[in-house]
């Protein structure tokens, strides 16, 4: 073989390798956070965009600041239902996009209202509207999922969605001296695994992965000894979300778990 045939022979040879040894790093990744105030980062206090509630503390955010992707976008907003959650895929996700996050559910079965009712009214009001909102989560909340999953599908049909659920917010019996009793505490946290229930089997319905964080959150929730979620606090809407720590500690991990 003449020297410059086997050179070449050399050169593609370990291109050759090259690619096979890195295949995902050719793929840029498109990626778009879709959902309501747990992915818009509504609890961290800071905020780019005020009437989303939008920040740089968010889980989204945090995960495409440590993994670069070739291009972000967060559509979260505060109080998002999952009609908003389909206008945000409409609205941002395109056939390239190829990793999108979506978190919704918890306003559609009432979240604030039963938090208020539990703050406000008695045991039994607090029992009551927990039941309602697990029966809606039940019943009413998998056709709202699946349209949300379906639009997903059509706009970006190439993409990994990664689906992500809702801590339970109260450690049960907790260290808290006063505030709510353990009964409605522990009625609040059944509502959340009600809502893991339901989003996890329309998740898996679709194909999609979902990310369960009430294990990650556990020794983490509200009267535990290291909260990485806010109590009743001020501004009042930040209440019963994660905190700085939440997202950094509790989201950002369960989603590399699964993205890397």
Not at 47 to 56: E, I, L, T, V
Not at 69 to 76: G, L, V, Y
Not at 250 to 259: D, E, N, Q, S
Request: hydrophobic share 40%.
């Amino acid at each position: 073989m003449r020297p410059a045939h086997f050179l070449g022979s050399v050169v593609a040879a370990a291109a050759a390798v090259i690619a096979l040894a890195n295949p995902a790093s050719a793929a840029a990744v498109n990626y778009v956070a879709l959902g309501d105030s747990y992915a818009s980062g509504l609890g961290t206090g800071s905020y780019d965009n005020s009437s989303c509630k939008r920040g740089p503390l968010a889980y989204p955010a945090l995960y495409a600041a440590a993994t670069a992707p070739a291009s972000f976008k967060s559509a979260a907003c505060s109080g998002a239902r999952t009609s908003d959650v389909i206008s945000q895929a409409n609205n941002n996700l395109t056939s390239s996009t190829n990793l999108v996050t979506v978190q919704v559910g918890g306003n559609d079965a009432g979240f604030t209202d039963v938090i208020t009712t539990c703050t406000l009214g008695s045991e039994q009001d607090c029992v009551n509207r927990v039941n309602t909102a697990k029966n809606y989560a039940a019943n009413t909340l998998p056709g709202l999922l699946n349209n949300v999953y379906g639009t997903i599908k059509a706009k970006s049909p190439s993409a990994r969605v990664v689906v992500l659920g809702y801590p339970r917010i109260y450690k049960v019996p907790g260290s808290c001296a006063v505030g709510l009793s353990d009964t409605k505490r522990a009625a609040i946290n059944s509502g959340s695994d009600a809502l893991h229930a339901t989003i996890s089997a329309r998740a898996a319905a679709a194909g999609f992965t979902y990310v369960d964080v009430r294990g990650v959150f556990t020794g983490h929730e509200i009267c535990s000894s290291s909260w990485w979620l806010n109590s009743l606090s001020w501004p009042v809407d930040e209440s019963y979300h994660p905190n700085r720590a939440g997202h950094s500690s509790g989201y950002l991990p369960a989603l590399r778990g699964v993205l890397g």
